[in-house]
């Protein structure tokens, strides 16, 4: 069966299911954080409250896993590691590392008080979210059986080196990209990198891998080839997330294919540790790239300082413990929390729902781009050449600078600051403290229901394709982060007419058709 079976989905040996580990993960980072306020107590930035708050976070998410029911199984995983990514590593840099080498994502740090008020509806939105996927879980058809389907590495090799080319045209012979000149990034031809986008390529590779258990010695070759020249191609453009986007990719693929599946504690601790390590080169092999590439005026340059702001905090040793006063005075600990800062900053979603429960955005900013009818506009705008509705052309996904630094208009158009507001940002925004819930809520139960039914429409061939692309484009990339409701819609059209030509390629010219005529039939059935 497509739908998750816990029991029979076993990798590895001495095995144990995913939502095991990560429950343990949560427990142990909850025994870490009492231990270090226990050692250091209050730092400046987390109170006994915000611990408190941190910890109901971790348990939550503990109970959520080890009673949700294998119809939602795959979101309450998805949320519980993202959670684990990129909000707990932040919250306990703001416990153990020296204030004054903590970074922040806004010209003003975060104070103790906004750290606590803004756990305060993170909390509460987090259990929203997994009540809203059990909500949609009721409303999930039940999967269809699946059948054995050979995949085509060479139709996948294919799409590949098609997106390859089409996103190389676009980035250095139109000069559309991160290190090209702003002018061009509404180039009309710019659609080629979205169609034939290439992480669609990459979502169809990683899924054939999942599915294939014993791959020939060619098809492991030209998958391993297929993943060397994505992430080169990613450090050449000084994206530092290669190696992580990697492991939740592959996460993403497994848990929609296998459900809570069953794997090696110890084979899961390997693929950590070798991807922390891959991580930890090539941070500051792209960093190099872009300081090499980047110049004052340039896109790059603006990217680096608005993600690297210091934090400027008084800190008062009088009132913190003795130990809490070492940590501070100590040069060793200060090195290395600089050391680590940009990987913990860069993770720091968190940073984005505490800064907008807590500030206040520039008037009208937020009324404006945040709108329904901007939203639609907008995206509207993202689906034909040109601009059928003028004035509609910035994403709301580059206004979190404009209501939270000061920005303008024309600072936005010729920069490239794409910033995320998170699902809880973006409902408190829109709805504020219990409306926010609400929307929530409602949001992952529409996400939750739409997953299923999408799967279940696709048919058995291609729902694995389709349910991967599901949590990596609509559920992580669109709910979770959430960049705007118009750079959600924008990012699934565009993902979707990619993969649906990477699955087209996959499966060959004749199985398509065939597949185009079984998805019509099972629309309408009574035609056929």
């Known amino acids: ?226 993943l060397v020249i994505w992430l080169a191609l990613s450090l050449e453009q000084g994206s530092r997330g290669g190696p992580l986007r990697f492991l939740y990719l592959f996460t993403m693929a497994a848990v929609a294919i296998h459900g809570d599946y069953m794997l090696s504690a110890r084979r899961f601790v390997i693929v950590i540790c070798v991807t922390l390590f891959a991580s930890a080169i090539a941070y500051p092999l792209a960093t190099i790239i872009r300081i090499d590439k980047g110049t004052s005026d340039n896109a790059v340059q603006q990217v680096m300082t608005d993600w690297t702001l210091p934090g400027k905090i008084n800190v008062e040793l009088g009132s913190l413990s003795r130990n809490r006063q070492l940590l501070e005075q100590s040069e060793f600990a200060a090195a290395v929390g600089r050391a680590v800062s940009p990987v913990v900053t860069r993770l720091g979603l968190i940073d984005y729902p505490l800064f907008i429960v807590n500030r206040p955005t520039q008037d009208g900013v937020v009324e404006h781009y945040l709108s329904p009818i901007y ?82 429409l696709s048919g058995p061939q291609i729902a694995p394709f389709v349910s991967t692309a599901w949590l990596f484009v609509v559920s992580m990339s669109g709910l979770l982060q959430m960049f705007g409701l118009d750079h959600w819609l924008t990012i699934s059209a565009h993902f979707a007419i990619a993969m649906t030509l990477g699955v087209a390629f996959m499966l060959g010219p004749k199985r398509a058709l065939q597949q185009i005529q079984t998805y019509k039939n099972s629309l309408f059935p009574h035609e056929s």
């Open 1 to 226: 069966m497509l739908a998750p079976i816990r029991q029979s989905n076993t990798i590895g040996s001495k095995k144990n299911h995913l939502s095991r580990i990560t429950g343990f993960l949560l427990l142990a980072h909850a025994v870490f954080m009492v231990v270090c306020y226990a050692v250091l107590g209050t730092s400046v930035l987390i109170s006994g409250w915000s611990l408190v708050l941190i910890l109901l976070l971790d348990l939550m998410l503990v109970l959520a896993l080890r009673h949700t029911s294998d119809q939602t199984v795959s979101h309450v995983l998805l949320l519980a590691w993202f959670v684990l990514m990129f909000f707990l590593p932040r919250l306990t840099a703001f416990l153990v590392l020296p204030t004054k080498s903590i970074t922040f994502v806004a010209l003003e740090p975060l104070t103790l008080t906004e750290v606590e008020q803004g756990l305060r509806f993170v909390v509460p939105g987090t259990l929203a979210l997994l009540i809203g996927f059990e909500i949609g879980g009721r409303f999930s058809p039940k999967s269809k059986s699946s059948q054995n389907t050979d995949y085509s590495i060479y139709g996948i090799m294919l799409f590949f080196l098609v997106c390859l080319s089409a996103i190389l045209f676009v980035i250095y012979y139109l000069g559309v990209g991160l290190f090209g000149d702003p002018a061009n990034w509404g180039h009309p031809l710019g659609w080629l990198a979205l169609v034939f986008n290439i992480d669609a390529a990459l979502v169809v590779l990683v899924c054939w891998i999942v599915l294939r258990k014993t791959p020939s010695k060619t098809g492991s070759f030209l998958a391993i080839a297929m």
């Open 375 to 456: 939203s639609l506009k907008n995206f509207l705008n993202n689906m034909v050449p040109g601009e059928i509705f003028p004035g509609y052309d910035i994403m709301s996904s580059r206004v979190f600078t404009m209501a939270y630094r000061g920005y303008d208009q024309e600072h936005v158009r010729t920069a490239f600051l794409s910033e995320p507001w998170t699902g809880w940002g973006y409902s408190w925004l829109l709805g504020g403290p219990i409306g926010g819930l609400f929307l929530l809520a409602a949001m992952a139960a529409v996400v939750q229901a739409g997953y299923h039914f999408a799967r279940h």
